[in-house]
């Protein structure tokens, strides 16, 4: 027989892992820590963790687990359509973590020969997941500050073009495009047969985020499917779910495509739980306002890092004027237990950026004393 590889899908052959933060396990073996003495600003997520009554409703949840999940996830997806004006339950589509959606969307649409445009920065699985269909990535460079060009994408975009993925506001930059220019790209793509591919994961960090979705502009842009999470803003990190809104055809067409019962019944719970604890929410958006301010304030006096402008709940920064590359910068920081984000393996980037998250006040505490203790020695 033939080397066993040799009969594997040639698209999968040279698939690569995606690198991403919170590599806690690894970051506690290399410094012989505990995984609980690493503190970790590299994973944007709810400092305060999930809803109380997001727990509760695991815990009442346990009695579900003999029989299998609602493969359609109904009532969840209900739930989410009665958050927004002009969605129905035919709009929403529920996956295993929005990282789901992004590998069943490209997997659904990229025929052979197709192009996907990538910003870049971008989050890193966009890619991942067209390479896994054995199509071709193009990145579009984003401005001197990380901005968007509209014209930049719409020059892109040529017959091959079938998906333009766009993270607003950016993963790792933390910068918003404003709706405006997100309609241009949206429509110069609908006038190629282009699909937009719109994560929002973080919107609901930004100051009245609800109002800069495009979430109600899915009618008149039938092109548009639009990514949330539960990871980020709700913290039900570790049970998987994420969502994703479009128009009725391609959520019926990705309905039919996706693996069946591929979120869990504690997920489906917890998830719908949480979006009914406007409370808990609430608390979330007060404190991150708070220590947003009180980070970039503190940031700002450190010599040497510079800050980009953030409009979410994490801040990037480049490090070179430190005088350390963003993996030295990362070393240092995790030999004081605290774990930040080294961009270096962002496309687009170069071996200078980092990305912390905003969390509570005694966590932000300790990472500005790490980073003093690792910038003073330099500068
Ligand atoms: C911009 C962005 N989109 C999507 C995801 C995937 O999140 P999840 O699969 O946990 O919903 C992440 C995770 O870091 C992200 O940063």
Same mark, same amino acid.
């Given at each position: 027989?033939?080397?066993?590889?040799?009969?594997?899908?040639?698209?999968?052959?040279n698939?690569?892992?995606?690198v991403?933060g919170a590599d806690?396990?690894?970051?506690?073996d290399?410094t012989?820590?505990s995984?609980?003495?690493?503190l970790?600003?590299?994973?944007?997520?709810?400092?305060?963790?999930?809803?109380?009554?997001a727990?509760?409703?695991?815990t009442a949840?346990f009695?579900q *687990?003999?029989? @299998?999940p609602?493969?359609?996830a109904?009532?969840?997806?209900?739930?989410?359509a009665s958050? @927004?004006?002009g969605?129905?339950?035919d709009?929403?589509?529920v996956?295993?973590?929005?990282?789901?959606?992004?590998?069943?969307?490209?997997e659904?649409?990229?025929?052979?020969?197709d192009?996907? =445009?990538?910003?870049?920065?971008?989050?890193?699985?966009y890619?991942?997941a067209?390479?896994?269909?054995?199509?071709? $990535?193009?990145y $579009?460079?984003l401005?001197k500050?990380?901005?968007?060009?509209p014209e930049?994408?719409?020059?892109?975009?040529t017959?091959k073009?079938k998906?333009?993925?766009?993270?607003?506001p950016?993963n790792? !930059?933390?910068?918003l495009?404003?709706?405006?220019k997100l309609?241009? *790209?949206?429509?110069a793509a609908l006038d190629k047969d282009t +699909?937009?591919f719109l994560?929002?994961d973080?919107l609901?960090?930004?100051d009245e985020?609800?109002?800069l979705?495009?979430?109600n502009?899915i009618k008149e842009f039938?092109?548009?499917?639009i990514l949330?999470s539960f990871?980020k803003i709700?913290?039900?990190?570790? =049970?998987?779910?994420?969502y994703?809104i479009?128009?009725e055809d391609?959520?019926s067409l +990705?309905m039919?495509a996706? =693996?069946?019962?591929?979120?869990?019944c504690?997920g489906q719970?917890?998830?719908?739980?949480? +979006?009914?604890?406007?409370?808990?929410l609430?608390?979330?958006?007060?404190l991150?306002k708070?220590e947003k !301010?009180f980070l970039?304030g503190k940031?700002?006096?450190l010599?040497?890092?510079?800050? @980009?402008?953030p409009?979410?709940?994490?801040?990037?920064?480049d490090?070179r004027k430190?005088g350390?590359t963003a993996?030295q910068?990362?070393?240092?920081?995790l030999?004081?237990?605290?774990?930040?984000?080294d961009? !270096?393996?962002?496309?687009g =980037?170069?071996?200078y @950026?980092v990305?912390v998250a905003?969390?509570?006040?005694?966590?932000n505490e300790?990472l500005?004393?790490?980073?003093?203790?690792s910038?003073?020695?330099?500068v």
């Amino acid at each position: 027989m033939k080397p066993t590889l040799d009969l594997a899908n040639e698209s999968f052959r040279n698939l690569k892992p995606c690198v991403h933060g919170a590599d806690v396990l690894e970051a506690a073996d290399k410094t012989g820590r505990s995984r609980e003495d690493i503190l970790d600003f590299s994973s944007s997520v709810n400092p305060l963790g999930p809803s109380e009554k997001a727990l509760q409703a695991v815990t009442a949840g346990f009695g579900q *687990i003999p029989s @299998y999940p609602d493969s359609c996830a109904t009532a969840l997806r209900e739930a989410i359509a009665s958050h @927004y004006t002009g969605v129905t339950k035919d709009n929403v589509i529920v996956g295993n973590g929005s990282t789901e959606l992004i590998y069943l969307f490209a997997e659904a649409f990229m025929h052979k020969g197709d192009v996907a =445009l990538i910003p870049a920065p971008s989050f890193g699985e966009y890619e991942g997941a067209v390479r896994k269909t054995g199509q071709k $990535v193009r990145y $579009v460079k984003l401005g001197k500050k990380f901005q968007a060009d509209p014209e930049r994408f719409a020059r892109a975009m040529t017959g091959k073009t079938k998906i333009v993925y766009f993270c607003n506001p950016n993963n790792p !930059t933390s910068i918003l495009t404003p709706p405006e220019k997100l309609a241009q *790209i949206i429509q110069a793509a609908l006038d190629k047969d282009t +699909l937009v591919f719109l994560d929002e994961d973080f919107l609901e960090f930004v100051d009245e985020g609800e109002k800069l979705s495009m979430i109600n502009r899915i009618k008149e842009f039938p092109n548009l499917f639009i990514l949330r999470s539960f990871t980020k803003i709700f913290g039900l990190t570790g =049970l998987r779910i994420g969502y994703g809104i479009a128009s009725e055809d391609v959520v019926s067409l +990705l309905m039919n495509a996706k =693996l069946p019962w591929n979120v869990n019944c504690l997920g489906q719970a917890a998830a719908v739980a949480a +979006l009914n604890d406007q409370e808990h929410l609430q608390k979330t958006l007060d404190l991150i306002k708070v220590e947003k !301010t009180f980070l970039l304030g503190k940031l700002k006096r450190l010599r040497g890092l510079k800050i @980009y402008a953030p409009d979410a709940n994490f801040i990037f920064m480049d490090t070179r004027k430190t005088g350390f590359t963003a993996t030295q910068l990362k070393q240092k920081m995790l030999s004081q237990s605290v774990l930040i984000r080294d961009c !270096t393996s962002f496309a687009g =980037l170069d071996e200078y @950026y980092v990305r912390v998250a905003v969390k509570t006040r005694q966590e932000n505490e300790r990472l500005l004393a790490a980073f003093k203790q690792s910038l003073d020695k330099q500068v």
